[in-house]
């Protein structure tokens, strides 16, 4: 079992729907973090939290340290949003990042 | 701009023939990570480095070599690359300890061995 897990991996949407995406995690940890992969197969840092919530236009991510278990919603989706949405956790030594496998995201028209 | 810059972007080469992939960032960023990405499997840490002279082991570590001569690079050496090794690798970096500080990632180097 995967030290960190993601659901959906696949989720289609229709323009302008609210969308959530999981992670659960089995260890302890010092931060999250979610990724964003466009099609190009560049990487993009969306949030860094270890509590509570944050915000960042139509994105919000949350944490439940005490559940291991963190979101990401986007609202209003739109086709840009289109992407594979990671989520990362520091498990352990500072300096390790234990991934999820993704959720690949199509939003369409 | 600040940004992390991977040399080459695509490269298809044989089993055995040594090749270098470049990691450079401009940002000042004592930590430097490299990780390989395989469908189903996510992204894997194959080799860090907390500052120059200091690089450690990843998840994934066989095949490959590292060096952290200069704080700015970080290149990602396969001695004897094996088709096994046909990924994409990204590198990435951050200020310290990269669990606890946002990293920035390069655009990716998709490999393919013959």
């Known amino acids: 079992k995967n030290e960190v897990e993601q659901s959906p991996q696949n989720l289609t949407a229709q323009e302008g729907e609210f969308i959530t995406i999981n992670c659960s995690y089995s260890v302890g940890i010092s931060a999250l973090h979610w990724l964003q992969q466009h099609p190009g197969g560049g990487i993009v840092s969306l949030f860094m939290l270890s509590s509570g919530k944050k915000k960042h236009g139509r994105l919000i991510a949350t944490i439940n340290i005490q559940e291991k278990h963190s979101s990401l919603h986007i609202t209003a989706s739109h086709p840009r949003d289109s992407a594979v949405y990671i989520c990362?956790?520091?498990?352990?030594?500072?300096?390790?990042?234990?991934f999820g496998t993704g959720t690949r995201l199509q939003v369409t028209l | 701009e600040a940004q992390v810059t991977q040399n080459p972007r695509y490269l298809i080469t044989v089993t055995g023939k040594k090749l270098t992939v470049t990691c450079s960032q401009n940002?000042?960023?004592?930590?430097m990570s490299w990780y390989r990405q395989d469908p189903g499997l996510g992204l894997r840490q194959i080799y860090y480095?907390?500052?120059?002279?200091?690089?450690d082991k990843g998840d994934v570590p066989e095949g490959y070599k590292v060096s952290r001569k200069e704080k700015r690079n970080f290149p990602l050496i396969l001695e004897s690359p094996s088709p096994n090794q046909t990924s994409l690798y990204f590198c990435?970096?951050?200020?310290?300890?990269?669990?606890?500080?946002?990293?920035?990632f390069g655009p990716g180097t998709r490999l393919t061995v013959l």
């Open positions: 990362a956790a520091n498990t352990g030594t500072a300096s390790k990042l234990t």
């Open positions: 990435a970096s951050s200020w310290v300890a990269g669990g606890i500080n946002e990293q920035f």
């Open positions: 940002m000042n960023h004592e930590y």
């Open positions: 480095s907390m500052n120059v002279e200091v690089t």
